[in-house]
T-cell receptor, first 109, second 114 residues
Framework: GQNIDQPTEMTATEGAIVQINCTYQ??????LFWYQQHAGEAPTFLSY??LDGLEEKGRFSSFLSRSKGYSYLLLKELQMKDSASYLC??????????WGAGTKLIIKP | ETGVTQTPRHLVMGMTNKKSLKCEQH?????MYWYKQSAKKPLELMFV???????ENNSVPSRFSPECPNSSHLFLHLHTLQPEDSALYLC?????????????FGPGTRLTVL
């Protein structure tokens, strides 16, 4: 079967760095997405990786290793507004998105 | 209006009611999606429409009936729902399905079935 694993919840301190991991087992691979979802709001796109390596976008970076079925989202200089759920999703061979259950990130002052 | 809009934002219905959820996208996209989001569970893809044609139906019960009259509008008709259908229903759109395009989501309809 197809499976996406990510931690249920993480806690970090304002100003610090946090890494949210995602491992996947899917039927084929056509890219990995990270989305951010604040409570009661729509998920919003953060990043897309299809090749191995690190993609940096401001305070957020996303890494992919296809051979290991592994990705992480790195958030630097954490701000209180970064408190949200972070969703990992993989596109399988049919370009269908397979979603993880999301990681709830709690930022403490 | 910009982006993806959904109405209503909240809906409470009895098991014998019939209601409809509406989604509209103002992005010029050709693909639209319905998802179900339950607490602490992954997003569940329900239906996909690409250029107004339904291309995915992920074993969704017939009490959920989608309608896509054009590329900008998507409806989800609900009838004789069960309490376990209570969830957040998200609509999304993308340039087209079957490609690596990001999906843009609406704010969702929070559905409670009594």
């Amino acid at each position: 079967g197809q499976n996406i694993d990510q931690p249920t919840e993480m806690t970090a301190t304002e100003g610090a760095i946090v890494q949210i991991n995602c491992t996947y087992q899917t039927s084929g691979f056509n890219g990995l997405f990270w989305y951010q979802q604040h409570a009661g709001e729509a998920p919003t796109f953060l990043s897309y990786n299809v090749l191995d390596g690190l993609e940096e976008k401001g305070r957020f970076s996303s890494f992919l290793s296809r051979s290991k079925g592994y990705s992480y989202l790195l958030l630097k200089e954490l701000q209180m507004k970064d408190s949200a759920s972070y969703l990992c999703a993989v596109q399988d061979s049919n370009y269908q998105l397979i979603w993880g259950a999301g990681t709830k990130l709690i930022i403490k002052p | 209006e910009t982006g993806v809009t959904q109405t209503p934002r909240h809906l409470v219905m009895g098991m014998t009611n019939k209601k409809s959820l509406k989604c509209e996208q103002h992005l010029g996209h050709n693909a639209m999606y319905w998802y179900k989001q339950s607490a602490k569970k992954p997003l569940e893809l329900m239906f996909v429409y690409n250029f107004k044609e339904q291309t995915e139906n992920n074993s969704v019960p017939s009490r959920f009936s989608p309608e896509c009259p054009n590329s900008s509008h998507l409806f989800l008709h609900l009838h004789t729902l069960q309490p376990e259908d209570s969830a957040l229903y998200l609509c999304a759109s993308s340039q087209a399905s079957g490609s690596s395009n990001e999906q843009f989501f609406g704010p969702g309809t929070r559905l409670t079935v009594l």
